[in-house]
């Protein structure tokens, strides 16, 4: 089944570079969805002013936990790929929501 996932973060560093590492950020998740046929769709909407990123997908996931997980992963390794580290950065203040991607609607999220 397909899950619609919404992963809020908060960028961590000089804001006044917040933009370009977004840019940087999105050019990971598409660069990793070729290479992922479970995920699809990453996209991004953010709040330049705080710092606050929501990262959405497309999880193929037997179950909503699976679907976060995946996601979670995947996240973390586009993260990772543009150099950012992230020791202990989904047990600080994390918020993640999932619903059947056809079921969207269902999501309610801020920036």
Known sequence: MKYLTI???QYG???ERFDERLDELMTALLDLEDTD???EDPD???TLATGIVDVQMVAEADD???AMVRALCFLRSALHTIGDATP???T???VMHVA???AADRLTTSV
Request: proline share 12%.
């Open 7 to 9: 992963q809020q973060i």
């Open 13 to 15: 560093g000089d804001l």
């Open 37 to 39: 046929p479970a995920i």
């Open 44 to 46: 991004l909407a953010a």
């Open 64 to 66: 909503p936990a699976d």
């Open 88 to 90: 202990g950065w989904e």
């Open 92 to 94: 600080q203040r994390a």
């Open 100 to 102: 059947p991607a056809d």
